[in-house]
């Protein structure tokens, strides 16, 4: 199976959405980051101002689910759900596993932004598990 | 499941792509369902059935009736 012959319309669509998403995380993760560091933000607006980096990475998740929604070609849409499943299976049980360990004092904290990370990397390992058993990968 | 999609291509001298152009899905479709790896919706199997003129169990083996067979 060739990457390119996944590129369908939907699928073109959700990846514009991701650039656009990921500018937009840039514009508001630099100001905030800077602002903070030099204590430049009045306290009234330091949740509003911490709160809008995330909301583009929320967007993204959204733009997952648009996506699924507009995908055409229902076996490329059953390969992408396999893939998210893989992916929520993933993180769930790396935060779970993790938010034990680090209860009992035996690892070391960790933002919780780093999710998302690992949702992406378990996507990615949904793929591979795609390809191993229906020999069919979106990646 | 089974199907006779692979035949039924051949015997209209159609490549996987003009297939799946017909049917407006993916090549990758046409391959996983020619090789069993995906069972097509009800409406996609309709689609195909149509587009072969030929009604679905003629081109779908029914697993319940493969499985009496084999009883």
């Known amino acids: ?139 | 499941m089974e199907n006779r999609l692979r035949l039924l291509r051949a015997e209209r001298s159609w490549s996987q792509q003009d297939l799946a152009e017909r049917l407006e899905v993916s090549r990758q479709s046409v391959n996983a369902i020619e090789t069993g790896k995906y069972d097509p919706s009800l409406p996609l199997a309709f689609r195909i059935a149509e587009l072969f003129e030929l009604p679905i169990e003629e081109i779908f083996v029914s697993p319940s009736r493969r499985s009496s067979k084999a009883i």
């Open chain 1, 1 to 139: 199976m060739t990457a390119g012959a996944m590129r369908s319309s939907a699928w073109k669509r959700y990846n514009w959405r991701v650039i656009w998403l990921s500018l937009l995380y840039c514009f508001f993760l630099l100001p905030a980051v800077y602002g903070f560091k030099h204590q430049l933000i009045p306290d009234g607006l330091k949740y509003l101002i911490a709160v809008l980096p995330a909301l583009p990475v929320v967007g993204l998740f959204a733009a997952m689910g648009r996506y699924l929604v507009e995908e055409q070609d229902e076996y490329v849409r059953m390969l992408r759900v396999r893939e998210m499943l893989w992916a929520m299976g993933f993180t769930m049980s790396c935060a779970t596993i993790w938010g034990f360990l680090d209860n009992f004092g035996l690892v070391g904290h960790v933002d919780g932004y780093w999710i998302v990370v690992l949702w992406y990397f378990g996507q990615a390992l949904g793929a591979l598990v795609n390809k191993l058993t229906l020999g069919a990968s979106t990646c």
